[in-house]
DNA sequence: GTCTATACGAAGATAGAC
DNA sequence: GTCTATCTTCGTATAGAC
């Protein structure tokens, strides 16, 4: 009873994380997203009562946990192997999109409307960012590291990973990302 | 004589690139820009017949040539303190805009247009990205590393300053920034 | 709750007066 | 060459029928 509504909110959120990923923020547009999606226009403001904002908020939040579960999960055999695993996500997801697709949580945090602030998607981006960074941390941590280094190396990896996506996105090509990936790699075996 | 026309343009241009490092491509209007360049809509197609695409290719070489020269700058004190030159810009661009103003060349990176393919402002921001990294891989090579340690390593650089970024923007600190050059400092001295 | 129709402003771009 | 007026499309958002 009523799943109709939970599975179109759904789809909404999935849609307009997947516009984020490959338009940026600004280029997703309620209107573009709602058809996608396979739903009217209205239906959003019905789930969604305070706009396009809140949208943005549930989509980036969804794509985070998603890639913070699989950081989990691949963070029990150890940190190298879930750091590569973290770093194998976004590669097969540039890969499989030509260099269409990059980072949802990234567009949100380089871009800002021109009247607004956006306070409120811009948390939920530090609010992803800042996840990845614990976990990551806290498996070096484990495994170790002091506080220092483990928090400075989990903030490199993620912004390094977040910087390699854009290099492939703009050279279209998957060679920023193995170099990258090389040095971090090399980097955590002399931890 | 007719320096009023070669002043507009480059008024238009500079004012493109700081509402990109600050809104992003979606938000740039041709619009806005003019208003803030004080100069009439119409002019800035006599000036720019391409449109939007052209202005911005133009305002993503301008602000890229213009980290790469104080690059060259500051890379002939070597590699290392060239390095520090970067981030230090970076990072007083962050601090002194309250974290608001980003990079102009991952903002085109990260975005791209419904219907368009930007395929030559994707095009822009991957010409400058190699021209930084050319930059700090040479100055590697010339004090002795080989050429795939210099290569990872400059493309670490520009991927993690430019993730660095955009985790400063999300967070509204420059403490990821620091982690980041923290690691980045350490990794030089090592090599 | 679902969806159509519409309000209203802003986008890129152009025509054409000056 | 400079600038105004305007075309068309698309943006967010809402009203209100069903």
């Given at each position: ?27 997703t547009?309620i209107?573009?997203m709602?058809?996608r999606?396979?739903s009217?226009?209205?239906s ?17 939040v969804f794509a985070?946990?998603?890639v913070?579960?699989?950081l ?10 879930g ?15 030509n ?20 306070e409120n998607t ?6 992803i960012?800042?996840?990845w ?13 002091d ?10 990896v ?12 703009a050279?279209r ?5 193995d ?10 075996t002399?931890?």
């Amino acid at each position: 009873m009523k799943f109709h509504q939970a599975d179109t909110r759904q789809r909404m959120v999935k849609t307009a994380a997947e516009m984020l990923a490959q338009h940026g923020l600004n280029a997703t547009s309620i209107r573009e997203m709602s058809k996608r999606a396979k739903s009217p226009l209205g239906s959003t403001y019905h789930h969604f009562p305070d706009g396009k904002q809140q949208v943005v908020v549930e989509a980036v939040v969804f794509a985070g946990e998603k890639v913070a579960a699989s950081l989990d999960h691949h963070l029990r055999k150890g940190a190298a192997l879930g750091i590569r695993e973290f770093l194998g996500v976004w590669r097969v997801i540039l890969l499989e999109s030509n260099f269409r697709i990059g980072c949802p949580v990234l567009a949100v945090a380089v871009e800002e409307p021109l009247d607004e602030v956006a306070e409120n998607t811009l948390k939920a981006a530090a609010i992803i960012f800042n996840l990845w960074e614990e976990k990551l941390g806290a498996a070096l941590i484990a495994e170790g590291s002091d506080l220092a280094a483990a928090s400075g190396i989990a903030t490199l990896v993620v912004a390094a990973a977040e910087g390699a996506i854009a290099l492939c996105r703009a050279q279209r090509s998957i060679d920023p990302f193995d170099r990258v990936e090389g040095q971090l790699l090399t980097l955590l075996t002399q931890v």
